[in-house]
């Protein structure tokens, strides 16, 4: 990981709030406005988790092994056209979701006009009367200036489960 340098408190300003209405666009079901936050070049990658001895020293992941979402901009946008179809009966009646982002620290990235962000968050899906699942984790974003404001270039999704806590993951984190 290179140095982390910190950003000035009106670029701070400008990423949390990117994050906070990204949160509120997947809330509200708002899928094409949502794919608007993105750039054409988004890698947007949740790794499996496995459960190692700390002495196998390869971590919880690695890259070239299971991974839960490895999408690009098509697949992003292939999954949100999934949603809106009559035909998509595990969404009919539709999850209900609560995004929830916390810890945002944001710090210059690798390039100019790019931020590398680091959040936490918790994900509270509910289905029915009485199906509800959460899901907790960890994302490291990079945000790049394209066009007119802030897109999103790369999210790193990580939860602490070995096991999905759910029955699918058909959500955005």
């Not at 054409?40 to 001895?53: D, K, T």
């Not at 270039?153 to 959500?171: D, E, F, G, Y």
Request: net charge negative.
């Amino acid at each position: 990981m290179s140095n982390l340098e910190l950003v000035s408190v009106e670029e701070e300003r400008v990423a949390k709030a990117f994050l906070l209405r990204e949160a509120r666009l997947l809330d509200d079901e708002r899928w094409d406005d949502w794919l608007l936050t993105l750039s054409e070049r988004i890698h947007y990658w949740m790794p499996g988790i496995e459960n190692r001895r700390r002495e196998d020293g390869k971590g919880a992941y690695v890259e070239e092994h299971m991974a839960l979402f490895d999408d690009g901009f098509r697949e992003l946008q292939r999954r949100v056209n999934r949603f809106k179809q009559p035909s998509a009966w595990a969404e009919n009646p539709p999850t209900r979701n609560v995004h929830l982002i916390g810890n945002i620290e944001v710090f210059a990235g690798d390039e100019p006009g790019q931020y590398r962000v680091f959040s936490t968050f918790i994900n509270v899906r509910s289905r029915g009367l009485d199906e509800q699942y959460q899901l907790a984790g960890r994302r490291e974003d990079v945000l790049c200036e394209e066009g007119d404001g802030l897109k999103l270039l790369k999210r790193k999704i990580v939860i602490p489960n070995a096991t999905l806590p759910c029955k699918n993951i058909n959500t955005f984190l």
